[in-house]
């Protein structure tokens, strides 16, 4: 069994900053890929940030510049840094994980519950 759990959400004003964490655990053989996802009310989902296993990362056109993707492979865990947050990136923030469970099998996605971000003043 796979578990994806995310945290870190919360209300914010504008210009503020939040770390949202993505923690992966159980029957793990290998992470392939990381990605941030967020869903607003009544818009689809779209992606903010991915990471590879080799560490490539690309961001969604409306976050360049104010977010970062990290990870520590030690703790299976990717972090959403979201600086100079604005009211439009509110939104439940969704971490997907691309993972082999094992060697023999191919990589599937797993989603996490999801996190609100609420940016308002």
């Known amino acids: 069994q796979v578990q994806v759990v995310e945290s870190g959400g919360g209300l914010v004003q504008p210009g503020g900053s939040l770390r949202l964490s993505c923690a992966v655990s159980?029957?793990?053989?290998?992470?392939?890929?990381t990605g941030w996802y967020r869903q607003a009310l009544g818009k689809q989902r779209e992606l903010v940030a991915a990471?590879?296993?080799?560490?490539?990362?690309n961001y969604g056109d409306s976050v360049k510049g104010r977010f970062t993707i990290s990870r520590d492979n030690a703790k299976n865990t990717v972090y959403l840094q979201m600086n100079s947050l604005k009211p439009e990136d509110t939104a439940v923030y969704y971490c997907?994980?691309?993972?082999?469970?094992?060697?023999?099998?191919?990589?599937?996605?797993?989603w996490g519950q999801g996190t609100q971000v609420t940016v308002s003043s």
């Open positions: 997907n994980v691309d993972l082999q469970v094992t060697l023999f099998r191919s990589p599937e996605g797993y």
């Open positions: 159980g029957n793990i053989f290998s992470i392939v890929a």
């Open positions: 990471i590879s296993s080799g560490g490539r990362t």
